[in-house]
């Protein structure tokens, strides 16, 4: 099975752009939750979708958004990019059968660099 | 906010050595994770524990829920080589939130 991919890996944009990153999860795997890892504060939760619908949402500004389409496939976006954006965003799937697995797999996730 | 507080934070082994590494909290959760990333990848699932006091392995990994479902555990036994990275624990909240430690670096001597 081809694991969670994500595109593009790297990514360099300036202070007052947008950028739309993609995902594409496990095969058969219903929910992708997004992820901003920096050195200072670690993985910090983006935001979960399940059925095209967002199920759940850290603390982060509103700049930050999300969809999942009808095949899973998930895209966020950040607009008015600013230099402390500058991280590593993972994308993460989940199966959610009936009882919900939070056995979360991650792909290699998108190095942004704001400048 | 929830936080979880994991310990130590970097950790300098022999090869060949046991290594213990712990993450604590305030909050209660429903499910332990965790998790190691090597450099220029995503994190990999290593041990995912469901219940209160549950003591599970994977090779040489073995973690545990604590009975208070406020802390966790993992251990590394005979540690090799390939042990090197940062092993992160994550906790589920009771709303579904995943929140991440910091992470433990593990570096392996010659």
């Known amino acids: 099975k081809a694991g969670v991919t994500q595109t593009p890996r790297y990514l360099i944009k300036t202070r007052g752009q947008q950028v739309t990153l993609s995902c594409s999860p496990i095969?058969?795997?219903?929910?992708v939750s997004w992820y901003q890892q920096t050195p200072g504060q670690g993985l910090q939760f983006l935001f979960e979708?399940?059925?095209?619908?967002?199920?759940n949402k850290g603390n982060f500004p509103g700049r930050f958004s999300g969809r999942q389409f009808s095949n899973s496939r998930s895209e966020m976006n950040v607009s008015t990019l600013e230099l402390g954006d500058s991280a590593l965003y993972l994308c993460a799937s989940s199966p959610y059968r009936q009882v919900p697995s939070y056995e979360q797999y991650f792909g290699p996730g998108t190095r942004l660099t704001v400048t | 906010g929830q936080q979880l507080n994991q310990s130590p934070q970097s950790m300098f082994i022999q090869e060949g050595e046991d290594v213990s590494m712990n993450c604590t909290s305030s909050s209660i959760f429903n499910t332990w994770l965790w998790y190691k990333q090597d450099p220029g990848e995503g994190p990999v699932l290593l041990i995912a524990l469901y219940k209160a006091g549950e003591l599970t392995s994977n090779g040489r990994l073995t973690a545990q829920f604590g009975i208070t479902r406020k802390d966790s555990f993992l251990n590394i036994s005979a540690s090799i080589p390939s042990d090197v990275g940062i092993y992160f624990c994550a906790g589920q909240l009771r709303d579904d939130k995943i929140i991440f430690g910091k992470g433990t670096r593990l570096h392996i001597l010659p």
């Open positions: 095969s058969g795997h219903r929910s």
């Open positions: 979708y399940f059925s095209e619908t967002q199920r």
